[in-house]
């Protein structure tokens, strides 16, 4: 399914109860941030960031030889954050600075920009 948004504020609709098969963040990471985000839902993926308070959002799959520089790499935040494998999404609203991702089983992942090095951060609660 084709989802394009650029948006402050909006939601998602569209995968709502979703299954999202992976997470996975292009960049350096740690303190720096990611640069850009893939979400793989019901076979589609889609590359998101927040930049100026603002979600970018389209329908793309990971191309290592366009998203990545010489010491990047892509993030896999299933694993590295101990989320269960193949979530169903509830909700993904943007507002406020910041995209939440609701899933079905508890947490949500908050995604945040990092000014000072124009990257996003990755949380969950």
């Known amino acids: 399914m084709e989802i394009t948004r650029q948006h402050e504020t909006t939601n998602i609709t569209e995968l709502n109860g979703s299954t999202c098969t992976k997470l996975q963040g292009v960049g ?8 850009a985000w893939y979400l793989e839902a019901n076979d589609t993926w889609y590359r998101f960031f ?29 694993e590295q954050l101990g989320l269960v494998d193949s979530p169903e ?7 406020n600075g910041c995209l939440t991702i609701t899933l079905a089983t508890g947490p949500k992942i908050l995604f945040k920009e990092t000014e000072e090095s124009g990257g996003m951060s990755i949380d969950v609660t």
């Not at 740690?30 to 640069?35: I, K, L, P, R, S």
């Not at 329908?59 to 790499?73: F, G, K, R, V, W």
């Not at 999404?89 to 507002?95: C, F, G, K, N, Y």
């Open 89 to 95: 999404i509830e909700t993904v609203e943007m507002s």
């Open 28 to 35: 350096p990471g740690n303190e720096a941030g990611f640069h």
């Open 50 to 78: 927040v930049q100026h308070g603002i979600l970018f959002w389209d329908t793309s799959a990971p191309d290592p030889e366009d998203d990545l520089a010489d010491d990047e790499n892509y993030y896999d935040a299933f």
